[in-house]
């Protein structure tokens, strides 16, 4: 195993690691005597998670569902934010982007690398979207568009940026990305979400779906995503309400909770 040099010479504490890689990491660490941390996030299962958990020492979930399917050794925990996140302006996000202070703003993102789908579906339907709003589009790195309206505010990606541009939205739309999931239970945004199609976004999706207007890519038009946007954007208690609900579903306020059982390991 290539892995294996690379633990001798790099003596870690512990190991965790997330994706297919993670399945030789963690065998080479138990391997050695080296603290193994697994912690899941999505809520479907992976192949990865079953095959790494019975040789891990701390097993760490975001779902309670998780915890039900994996065993008593789980431990629930939710899913930390990063704390960046949790310090975004209005303010700044409206001198940053330019937009209209008098406008409420939606913010359209298609996960780390953009999606091409939502990009075009946005294209078709901005015109009459900036007619009441004011529109940030994350369109990902070279996906780029050209805006055609004053409102309409095209970056490839933002990154000390995208907690202002999240403070600023009223309505976010987006993927289901248990990253984007977690930062919109943080801030208790009210988003549509359209899951990845036969992806782990689905899954995801699916579980918060009394907390956002969820829509299923292969079934929707643009139209219809007009039209979910615009029912959000004119009904404020709604947004409210669905706010809290995202909020509640997902502990996001774990990270030194998660660095203290991460010590516990270490010492014993």
Not at 59 to 78: C, I, P, Q, S
Not at 103 to 122: A, C, D, H, R
Not at 184 to 210: F, T, W, Y
Request: proline share 4%; with cysteine; net charge negative.
């Amino acid at each position: 195993m290539d892995v294996l040099p690379c633990f001798l010479e790099s003596d870690p504490d512990f190991a965790s690691a997330g994706g297919y890689t993670a399945v030789p990491v963690i065998y080479a660490a138990k391997l050695l005597g080296v603290p193994v941390w697994v912690h899941h996030q999505d809520v479907e299962l992976t192949r990865t998670t079953k095959l790494t958990v019975p040789f891990a020492d701390l097993v760490t979930v975001a779902w309670e569902r998780n915890r039900n399917e994996l065993g008593d050794r789980v431990k629930l925990v939710g899913n930390p934010v990063r704390e960046s996140v949790l310090h975004g302006s209005r303010d700044r996000a409206y001198e940053e982007f330019k937009i209209n202070c008098k406008k409420p703003t939606v913010l359209v993102m298609g996960g780390g690398t953009g999606s091409v789908w939502i990009n075009e579906v946005v294209d078709e339907i901005v015109g009459e979207l900036i007619v009441q709003a004011n529109v940030i589009h994350l369109t990902g790195s070279g996906k780029r568009i050209d805006s055609k309206h004053p409102d309409h505010h095209v970056r490839e990606f933002v990154d000390p940026e995208m907690a202002d541009a999240l403070a600023v939205s009223d309505v976010v739309v987006c993927r289901a990305g248990l990253a984007t999931i977690t930062e919109l239970a943080a801030l208790s945004k009210v988003a549509v979400m359209i899951p990845l199609p036969n992806s782990p976004q689905e899954a995801n999706g699916q579980m918060v779906e009394d907390a956002c207007v969820l829509l299923d890519q292969r079934h929707v038009s643009s139209t219809q995503l007009l039209e979910s946007i615009e029912a959000l954007l004119n009904d404020k208690q709604h947004r409210r309400d669905l706010g809290v609900k995202m909020h509640n579903k997902l502990r996001t306020d774990v990270a030194d909770e998660m660095v203290e059982m991460l010590t516990r390991i270490l010492v014993d």
